[in-house]
């Protein structure tokens, strides 16, 4: 089974980018849709991003045109890069499989978009 890491959080002004990396352990081929995800404190953890095997990528509505999510199977990586980030996308983000499955939570990585 995959052990997840996220990295590439960090702090970024208003307008800013970043692009966040996730490892797997194993194979996520084998695991099949992979996503991102993000909790904003007080806040439910939500889906912000997910890629089929087959390299289909859906986003939120907040997000659209603004994130890329992309996968490499043969690295066993699945990268988000984040443009135009906003207040709003300060949050831990997670990746895991879609949908989510239980013990593939990470420790995610911090997001913070401040001036």
């Known amino acids: 089974q995959a052990r997840l890491v996220e990295s590439g959080g960090g702090l970024v002004q208003p307008g800013g980018s970043l692009r966040l990396s996730c490892a797997a352990s194993?194979?996520?081929?084998?695991?099949?849709?992979m996503a991102w995800y993000r909790q904003a404190p007080g806040k439910q953890r939500e889906l912000v991003a997910s890629?089929?095997?087959?390299?289909?990528?859906s986003y939120l509505d907040l997000v659209k045109g603004r994130f890329a999510v992309f996968r490499d199977n043969s690295k066993n990586t699945v990268t988000l890069e984040m443009n135009s980030l906003n207040t709003e996308d300060t949050a831990v983000y997670y990746c895991?499989?879609?949908?989510?499955?239980?013990?593939?939570w990470g420790q995610g990585t911090q997001v913070t978009v401040s001036s």
């Open positions: 895991n499989a879609y949908p989510a499955i239980p013990h593939y």
């Open positions: 194993g194979s996520i081929a084998n695991v099949g849709d």
């Open positions: 890629i089929t095997n087959g390299n289909i990528a």
